[in-house]
């Protein structure tokens, strides 16, 4: 050699190196009060700083070596790097490992090479580089003919041997790994992967997946995950060895996540089963609310404290009145002072029973537009533990329903022309009435009113001009008595009122001769302009009667009485008068 004191520094930093590398490997140099176990980048770069400064210590033995001195220097420096370069792959961790080991050695090989090529070996930086190929090629090769190392073998049958009863018969898979290659499994995974047991070592994790795509992407987030110190877990479909597919739940976790690459111990369950019932579960969830976003009705829930809370409806509308009234209580919905209907006493014992429920009648104020009616069907809702939820259900719009029933409901117990009660309602009524004035002692008075020449209106008018009569009457009629009474019609021209709570039996009297008078004037619709003659019945409880059709029959007798006497008059109980305007202030309101 020419010149020794460059070839000795070398050894000197060879030795160092070597030293340094020895003391950052043992178990003492590597703990740390604060590990950075979350800093990925930096762990990397020191998991590869080891290979990086063997490789380039041997590198620079082409730098402070005798390149230059022969031809023979040079083939035994191109020898001895190329050969190191060749024992690397007996020793290295991973191929990442040994790539930087292999580039940190012939790369200054390489440079020389190209600035100074030898005179005998044209085209050498070539050769080297498909020297570096072939020394890869053998380190692949290596890697795929090792077996489980034997630290990492003894490791974990110092800790799971004692226990391999137990872990070949537990449900779930259970593998450990170092890299991309499987060293120990239980019976339960070579059962889920349908292979042999003894078939299993040393074979790729990603032959398991169902694609290389899913395989590189759980891995990536399966070593984010390990460096930093905590468990990965997710679902994926993997691929079992006769080519069907299932979907596996799998969790990670590292044994040493200090070690490069780190022994991984995976547990996996088969959820298969499960994730069919869940997208079960996704598609009638999904055909529900297509179902629902179709429908005329409203979908509706409740909290706990039977509160409004979500309203689904399928139109778009400005200006939902059911959604308007989120965070109130079904029960809470009514008018204000409006008149119960049959079933919304019940609205509030329904939800507050916790019980499912159907057809129930709820009202539902509609701004200054009449009300609509709501037709309620719900079930109760629990959680896993029975705790109450609240109510879900359908609301069905009925409003038109209700409303003809209530049309129906009103012919049956009204005139159609006036609108007055007829005499089923006044029926129901007086006898009402009498059951109230015995127990309070009062009296009832009932006057039964006929218009003596209502036909000679129709005869001059038609009936057209009839009608308009008998609706201007039943108005004079109501005008003449209290808000407590009833104007009832009868017949065509027969009307019946009913007078409550009467403290005298005279007051009766004094009605009928006001609704005389009243009666007497010109009527709008009577084209001759004549007053109309008028003849009123008059019977009173208890003196008269004690029912109510005995009281009917009783004032219809006395109104043909005085029908009989040349109308325009009252015939009571002392007998018949005419009618005579009777001063305003003696007669009851």
Same mark, same amino acid.
């Given at each position: 050699?020419?010149?020794?004191?460059?070839?000795?520094?070398?050894?000197?930093? @060879?030795?160092?190196?070597?030293?340094?590398?020895?003391?950052?490997?043992?178990?003492?140099?590597?703990?740390?009060?604060?590990?950075?176990?979350?800093?990925?980048?930096?762990?990397?770069?020191?998991?590869?700083?080891?290979?990086?400064?063997?490789?380039?210590?041997?590198?620079?033995?082409?730098?402070?070596?005798?390149?230059?001195?022969?031809?023979?220097?040079?083939?035994?420096?191109?020898?001895?790097?190329?050969?190191?370069? %060749?024992?690397?792959?007996?020793?290295?961790?991973?191929?990442?490992?040994?790539?930087?080991?292999?580039?940190?050695?012939?790369?200054?090989?390489?440079?020389?090479?190209?600035?100074?090529?030898?005179?005998?070996?044209?085209?050498?930086?070539?050769?080297?580089?498909?020297?570096?190929?072939?020394?890869?090629?053998?380190?692949?090769?290596?890697?795929?003919? /090792?077996?489980?190392?034997?630290?990492?073998?003894?490791?974990?049958?110092?800790?799971?041997?004692?226990?391999?009863?137990?872990?070949?018969? *537990?449900?779930?898979? =259970?593998?450990?790994?170092?890299?991309?290659?499987?060293?120990?499994?239980?019976?339960?995974?070579?059962?889920?992967?349908?292979?042999? /047991?003894?078939?299993?070592?040393?074979?790729?994790?990603?032959?398991?997946?169902?694609?290389?795509?899913?395989?590189?992407?759980?891995?990536?987030?399966?070593?984010?995950? =390990?460096?930093? #110190?905590?468990?990965?877990?997710?679902?994926?479909?993997?691929?079992?060895?006769?080519?069907?597919?299932?979907?596996?739940?799998?969790?990670?976790?590292?044994?040493?996540?200090?070690?490069?690459?780190?022994?991984?111990?995976?547990? *996996?369950?088969?959820?298969?089963?499960?994730?069919?019932?869940?997208?079960?579960?996704?598609? %009638?969830?999904?055909?529900?609310?297509?179902?629902?976003?179709?429908?005329?009705?409203?979908?509706?829930?409740?909290?706990?404290?039977?509160?409004?809370?979500?309203?689904?409806?399928? *139109?778009?509308?400005?200006?939902?009145?059911?959604?308007?009234?989120?965070?109130?209580?079904?029960?809470?919905?009514?008018?204000?002072? !409006?008149?119960?209907?049959?079933?919304?006493?019940?609205?509030?014992?329904?939800?507050?029973?916790?019980?499912?429920?159907?057809?129930?009648?709820?009202? %539902?104020?509609?701004?200054?537009?009449?009300?609509?009616?709501?037709?309620?069907?719900?079930?109760?809702?629990?959680?896993?533990? #029975?705790?109450?939820?609240?109510?879900?259900?359908?609301?069905?719009?009925?409003?038109?329903?209700?409303?003809?029933? /209530?049309?129906?409901?009103?012919?049956?117990?009204?005139?159609?022309?006036?609108?007055?009660?007829?005499?089923?309602?006044?029926?129901?009524?007086?006898?009402?009435?009498?059951?109230?004035?015995?127990?309070?002692?009062?009296?009832?008075? @009932?006057?039964?009113?006929? +218009?003596?020449?209502?036909?000679?209106?129709?005869? @001059?008018?038609?009936?057209?001009? !009839?009608?308009? *009569?008998?609706?201007? =009457?039943?108005?004079?009629?109501?005008?003449?008595?209290?808000?407590?009474? $009833?104007?009832?019609?009868?017949?065509?021209?027969?009307?019946?009122?009913? +007078?409550?709570?009467?403290?005298?039996?005279?007051?009766?009297?004094?009605?009928?001769?006001?609704?005389?008078?009243?009666?007497?004037?010109? @009527?709008?619709?009577? $084209?001759?302009?004549?007053?109309?003659?008028?003849?009123?019945?008059?019977?009173?409880?208890?003196?008269?009667?004690?029912?109510?059709?005995?009281?009917?029959?009783?004032?219809?007798?006395?109104?043909?009485?005085?029908?009989?006497?040349?109308?325009?008059?009252?015939?009571?109980?002392?007998?018949?008068?005419?009618?005579?305007?009777?001063?305003?202030?003696?007669?009851?309101?």
């Amino acid at each position: 050699m020419g010149n020794q004191d460059p070839l000795l520094a070398w050894w000197l930093g @060879l030795t160092l190196s070597q030293l340094l590398m020895l003391g950052m490997s043992l178990p003492g140099a590597q703990a740390s009060p604060q590990p950075r176990h979350d800093d990925v980048p930096l762990r990397s770069y020191f998991s590869s700083a080891g290979p990086i400064i063997g490789g380039a210590a041997w590198g620079a033995l082409a730098l402070v070596g005798p390149y230059d001195a022969t031809p023979q220097s040079q083939a035994i420096l191109c020898v001895v790097l190329c050969s190191v370069t %060749l024992a690397g792959t007996g020793f290295s961790r991973s191929v990442s490992s040994y790539s930087a080991f292999a580039a940190a050695v012939l790369l200054p090989l390489f440079i020389l090479l190209v600035a100074s090529p030898p005179a005998r070996v044209p085209g050498a930086a070539f050769w080297l580089l498909a020297f570096a190929a072939f020394a890869l090629i053998v380190r692949g090769l290596h890697t795929g003919r /090792e077996g489980p190392p034997q630290d990492s073998l003894a490791a974990f049958e110092t800790t799971l041997m004692p226990h391999q009863a137990m872990v070949d018969n *537990a449900r779930a898979a =259970i593998v450990l790994s170092r890299g991309n290659r499987v060293e120990l499994c239980n019976r339960r995974f070579a059962e889920m992967m349908r292979v042999d /047991e003894s078939g299993i070592a040393g074979s790729r994790l990603l032959d398991g997946f169902e694609s290389r795509a899913d395989w590189h992407h759980h891995a990536r987030a399966a070593d984010t995950a =390990i460096r930093r #110190g905590s468990t990965y877990h997710a679902s994926t479909r993997l691929r079992r060895r006769d080519g069907s597919v299932f979907w596996a739940e799998i969790t990670g976790q590292a044994i040493d996540p200090e070690s490069h690459p780190p022994q991984v111990v995976w547990v *996996a369950f088969d959820v298969t089963e499960r994730m069919m019932d869940s997208a079960r579960e996704e598609l %009638l969830a999904s055909q529900l609310r297509t179902l629902i976003a179709r429908s005329t009705d409203w979908y509706w829930k409740t909290d706990p404290q039977h509160r409004l809370m979500h309203v689904t409806h399928e *139109a778009e509308r400005t200006n939902d009145t059911l959604k308007a009234n989120l965070g109130r209580k079904w029960w809470q919905l009514h008018r204000q002072g !409006g008149d119960a209907r049959p079933g919304q006493s019940d609205v509030r014992a329904a939800f507050e029973g916790c019980n499912g429920f159907r057809d129930l009648l709820v009202e %539902l104020p509609n701004g200054n537009n009449p009300p609509l009616w709501l037709s309620l069907c719900g079930t109760p809702r629990f959680n896993e533990h #029975g705790a109450f939820l609240g109510h879900h259900g359908t609301a069905v719009d009925v409003t038109e329903q209700v409303r003809s029933t /209530e049309r129906i409901r009103h012919l049956a117990y009204h005139d159609a022309l006036t609108g007055l009660p007829n005499r089923r309602l006044l029926t129901d009524r007086l006898t009402l009435a009498i059951a109230r004035a015995q127990r309070y002692s009062e009296r009832v008075g @009932l006057l039964f009113v006929d +218009l003596d020449d209502f036909r000679r209106i129709n005869d @001059l008018g038609g009936h057209a001009a !009839g009608d308009q *009569a008998l609706l201007e =009457i039943a108005d004079r009629l109501r005008t003449c008595v209290r808000a407590c009474d $009833t104007v009832a019609r009868l017949g065509s021209d027969e009307f019946v009122i009913l +007078l409550a709570e009467l403290d005298e039996a005279g007051d009766a009297n004094r009605v009928a001769a006001k609704i005389l008078s009243t009666l007497h004037e010109p @009527l709008a619709a009577h $084209t001759a302009c004549h007053p109309v003659s008028t003849s009123i019945g008059v019977a009173s409880f208890p003196e008269d009667a004690t029912s109510a059709e005995d009281l009917i029959k009783i004032a219809d007798t006395r109104m043909f009485r005085a029908k009989r006497r040349g109308g325009q008059r009252i015939e009571g109980r002392d007998g018949a008068y005419p009618g005579v305007a009777p001063s305003l202030a003696t007669l009851p309101v």
